[in-house]
């Protein structure tokens, strides 16, 4: 079945970087964006960015611009978001997500996610 | 930026109940608009695409209405499993944003 697996449970300090990896299964890898979204503890659902693994084009969220680089091998079908220079406003369940589109239907939705990287930033 | 408001922010309802979440959009973005439920230690799940549109092995007492600007997504019958927090998201353009969710809690 399509499966998205993420990287596990991540403790940073404040100033560092942090890698979460996406690995995808079930599907071909290229034919689909993934996006990356997080949610802080009590928050909601904030968007970071996506990338198109069979270019490698991404854009990102202008709040992150400038410290989230988000990259793909397509060799191990695995995506990958890095963002640097880590404060305590970070700390966040990160998710990535695959996104899908069917002809006839407006827009484009998630589905499915990954099971979520809890990142926590602490000094 | 689009901006998604949804409301009630919480609810608290009992087994059974018939539960109504709206959401409206800052500017026209036709039928757009996705629902997804999010419960504690587990992934997010789309529950409802293309406003309408029922996604695949999700109950049939979800569904979605709406266009243009405002939006709804409804449980006609709760059930214990549909305790859990419900956020809307434009599909329009990029940034594709969220609304602020809901949290449906045991009444």
């Known amino acids: 079945q399509v499966q998205l697996v993420q990287s596990g449970a991540e403790v940073k300090k404040p100033g560092a970087s942090v890698k979460v990896s996406c690995k995808a299964s079930g599907y071909t890898f290229t034919d689909y964006y993934i996006n990356w979204v997080r949610q802080a503890p009590g928050q909601g659902l904030e968007w970071m960015g996506w990338i198109h693994p069979a270019s490698g084009g991404t854009d990102s969220a202008q709040s992150f611009q400038g410290r989230v680089t988000l990259t793909r091998d397509t060799s191990i079908t695995t995506a990958y978001m890095e963002l640097s220079r880590l404060t305590s406003d970070d700390t966040a369940v990160y998710y990535c997500?695959?996104?899908?589109?069917?002809?006839?239907?407006?827009?484009?939705?998630?589905?499915?996610w990954g099971q979520g990287t809890l990142v926590t930033v602490s000094s | 930026d689009i901006q998604m408001t949804q409301s009630p922010s919480s609810l608290s309802a009992s087994v059974g109940d018939r539960v109504t979440i709206t959401c409206r959009a800052s500017q026209n973005i036709g039928s757009s608009v996705n629902w997804y439920q999010v419960k504690p230690e587990k992934a997010p799940k789309v529950l409802i695409y293309a406003a309408s549109s029922l996604q695949s092995g999700v109950p049939s007492r979800f569904s979605g209405s709406g266009s243009g600007t405002d939006f709804t997504l409804t449980i006609s019958s709760l059930q214990p499993e549909d305790f859990a927090t419900y956020f809307c998201q434009q599909s329009y353009m990029t940034p594709r944003t969220f609304g602020q969710g809901t949290k449906v809690e045991i009444k």
């Open positions: 997500a695959r996104v899908v589109a069917l002809a006839g239907k407006e827009g484009s939705w998630f589905d499915p």
